[in-house]
């Protein structure tokens, strides 16, 4: 195989080379007239304008009004400048939950990743048939809806009649019958990370499993004949390959496990404290629907805005700069 | 959030059965108008109830009496959930598309009066039925001397035990709270060969259950001085009554310390359970053919939670329902018609065959029949209610009381966790 050894460094030069040949007739269609490309992205522009803006901008709005049940039948709401945030940053309850949203954020955003390639890597690895076997168990795993999902884990945590205490019991790992998962908080969000990572693994997994049938064969067995061992091939050839994939797969899993919902609404009506267990998309929900503040909500509303788009912006940012080196 | 009988979310099967007779065109949205070719140009008013607690054979009733009255005008009636009821009613009732009459739990009604979203009934109270509806229901449906909310019917929690267990266990009903607990106590001990056997069941989400107790011994939620509202779950009377219920929670249940009641009758099915505290109906939930147990029919009794003292009752929580006419609505005078069929005698009577209290004192001596209805009926006369205030809404769903229970069955200390209720009662009802 000798052919194979030019093909390493050949590998780079032809991304970073193309683009170049494709620019130059953009550039030249843009002297002709400035107008047209702008106008070529006003329609999307609108549409995206009406989808993502608009609510954007109303939710800012009602952030800085006094916006309660009153408001809703029709009084006027008065504007109020920044209390509602001033109040939500008062609050050591916001504070706490908000520590607790980002500590969940981030240990479920590992172990979906982790897992995620994980699995991918054994796809990769596997023959046909087990691969489809594989897949269709994650396609079902990943159809399921939330709510039923998490449903069917509370029965496996379930105090009186679930399978976990049973088994545990059973195997004589102790005296399981009885014991609450849900009661203390941190089994608490253990259960609700559990259901959160299961749900994310399919996605994460087919992804990285797309990205992986495209890293060339060549380049991974001149790796090999170089004397490279499996965790130093997957380190140094597939890792760049996925790089840009990871980073967004990353970025999406911050954005969805942020501001996740279900599991924890779903569990809290099971058991549990929800005072000592609320994540910030709970917490923001109860604040508005539960308690009429539609204002304050608004408000926690605003900061988890801007918080997901600045723990997002930094992998974007990464992915960005990859692209140009 | 949800009223006591309303909690019969999940007890609809319950009243599915009592409804069985015309289960089979109980096809959810009834719209209908019996003599079918009135509708060109007719009027329409919208009717909207909760859950399953009015069957459809009332609905029914109470449509051909109206539009019996009413020619030409047709009656829409949709279902709603309990579920997520609050949010629906916020975006409906404030839409150019508003239900005409809205049925509202008693917990909730204050909200959407201080929020201007129903029309004011004051000036037709009397012909209601003025004092001989249910006070507590009157207070509900009432905001700033202004009545909005009109009783529809009511439900309060009595005790259901085994009689079988408590033969075998050689006990009476108890007469006193002191006997109830000690009942508990000595069934779980009788029965400590079954897994998880609760004397009482009583788990720790159970807040509704656990307001007696604290009333009885002098205590209250919260009360109001002047402008604001004082919370006392930390007062003497109150923390006495939080460690009864702990105390019946380590001695006398088995229930989850984290659960709610929800699934109370499936454990009262499996054998796992002495006695519990339940609106009612739950007689029907419990013997119910689907996932109930008909078989113990037999072998059940209630009577109603009784006082400290023998021949008392310790204050019921009441639970129930009130009906209101939407300030959106195009015709309130016609609207108002419809509420006076649903509040009429004779539809009102119905209610009493269901397990549910009609919302009319004159009314109350006509619930008998079962052990269940006479000691619903006892509990109901001795009942209290939630502190009247538009924001109690906002505990309820933010809660408050269920999260300091579950940290009270946990063992937690009763003054501390108390103390830490009465403050976040107190930052939501006084805004």
Redesign the interface.
């Known amino acids: 195989m000798p052919v194979s050894t030019p093909v390493v460094p050949g590998t780079a030069s032809p991304v970073p080379g193309a683009p170049p040949g494709r620019r130059r007739p953009a550039r030249s269609a843009r002297s002709g007239g400035p107008a047209l490309p702008y106008l070529l992205l006003l329609p999307a522009t609108v549409v995206l304008g009406a989808m993502l803006a608009w609510p954007l901008v109303r939710l800012v709005l009602l952030s800085v009004r006094e916006f309660g049940l009153a408001q809703q039948f029709g009084q006027p709401a008065a504007f109020v400048g920044l209390d509602n945030y001033a109040r939500i940053l008062d609050d050591p309850q916001f504070w706490a939950v908000l520590g607790r949203t980002v500590a969940f954020c981030g240990v479920t955003v590992a172990l979906t990743m982790v897992l995620g390639t994980l699995v991918a890597l054994l796809m990769d690895a596997l023959g046909r048939g087990l691969r489809l076997l594989v897949g269709i168990g994650l396609m079902l795993a990943w159809a399921m809806p939330p709510v039923s999902a998490t449903i069917v884990w509370q029965w496996v945590f379930d105090t009186r009649y679930g399978l976990v205490n049973y088994l545990l019991t059973a195997s004589g790992a102790g005296d399981f019958r009885g014991h609450s998962w849900l009661a203390d908080p941190v089994s608490f969000v253990a259960v609700a990370a559990l259901v959160v990572v299961w749900m994310g693994v399919p996605f994460v997994a087919f992804t990285l499993y797309a990205g992986l049938t495209q890293v060339p064969r060549e380049v991974l067995e001149a790796a090999q004949i170089d004397g490279a061992g499996p965790w130093r091939r997957f380190r140094s050839v597939t890792v760049p390959y996925l790089r840009p994939l990871l980073a967004i797969l990353t970025a999406l899993s911050v954005l969805w496990n942020f501001r996740v919902f279900t599991p924890v609404y779903v569990l809290q009506a099971a058991g549990g404290s929800a005072r000592d267990t609320n994540l910030v998309g709970v917490f923001a929900y109860r604040i508005s629907i539960g308690e009429n503040r539609f204002d304050v909500g608004a408000a926690v509303a605003v900061v988890m805005v801007v918080l997901t788009l600045a723990l997002t912006a930094v992998y974007l940012r990464q992915m960005a700069r990859q692209e140009d080196v | ?1 949800r009223p006591v009988p309303a909690g019969a979310a999940v007890a609809t099967a319950a009243l599915l059965l009592a409804a069985c007779g015309s289960a089979a065109d109980a096809t959810g949205t009834g719209g209908s108008s019996p003599d079918g070719g009135t509708e060109a140009g007719g009027q329409t008013v919208r009717l909207w109830l909760n859950g399953e607690d009015t069957p459809q054979e009332m609905v029914d009733y109470a449509v051909a009496e109206f539009e019996a009255a009413h020619p030409g005008v047709t009656v829409e009636f949709e279902r709603q959930q309990w579920t997520g009821l ?2 629906k009613l ?1 975006t409906s ?2 839409s150019n598309d508003s239900p005409d009459v809205v049925e509202l739990g008693n917990t909730q009604a204050q ?2 009066e ?4 129903l029309h004011d009934l004051t000036d037709k109270k009397e012909e209601l039925g003025g004092d001989d509806l249910l006070t507590s229901l009157v207070e509900a449906g009432t905001y700033d001397d202004r009545f909005y909310g009109v009783p529809y019917y009511a439900g309060a929690r009595v005790v259901f035990y085994r009689t079988d267990h408590f033969e075998e266990a050689g006990l009476e009903v108890p007469t006193t709270l002191e006997e109830f607990q000690a009942a508990g106590a000595a069934l779980k001990q009788a029965n400590a060969d079954v ?2 056997y609760s004397g009482i069941f009583f788990p ?2 159970y807040w509704y259950a656990a307001l007696p107790f604290v009333w009885e011994s002098g205590g209250e939620i919260a009360v109001q001085d002047g402008d604001t509202w004082d919370a006392q779950l930390s007062s003497p009377g109150s923390v006495e009554g939080l460690r009864q219920v702990q105390q019946i929670m380590a001695t006398a249940s ?1 229930a ?5 009641e929800s699934q109370d009758y499936l ?1 009262f099915c499996n054998g796992e359970v002495g006695m519990l505290m339940g609106p009612g109906w739950k007689i029907g939930q419990i013997v119910n053919e689907d996932d109930g147990c008909p078989e113990l029919e037999g072998s059940i009794g209630a009577f109603p939670l009784p006082g400290s003292e023998p021949g008392t009752t310790a204050p019921a929580f009441l639970g129930g329902s009130n009906l209101a006419v939407s ?1 959106g609505s195009e015709d309130p005078e016609l609207a108002y018609e419809l509420v006076k069929v649903l509040t009429s005698d004779g539809y009102q009577e119905q209610f009493a065959e269901l397990g549910l209290l009609p919302a009319k004192v004159s009314l109350l001596e006509g619930v008998g029949g079962s052990e269940a209805a006479e000691a619903q009926a006892a509990a109901a006369a001795n009942s209290r209610f939630v502190p009247s205030s ?2 109690w ?2 505990v ?5 009381l ?2 300091m229970l ?2 009270i069955a ?1 063992g937690a200390d009763v003054e501390a966790e108390a103390a830490r209720a009465d403050e976040a009662i107190e930052a ?1 009802l006084n805004g």
């Open positions: 959030m609050v949010e916020t009732l404030s909200a959407f201080a929020a201007g979203a897994p998880g720790g989400k088995g989850p310390v984290d659960g709610d454990a300030a538009e924001r809404a906002g309820e769903a933010s809660t408050v269920p999260d579950v940290a946990g939501l």
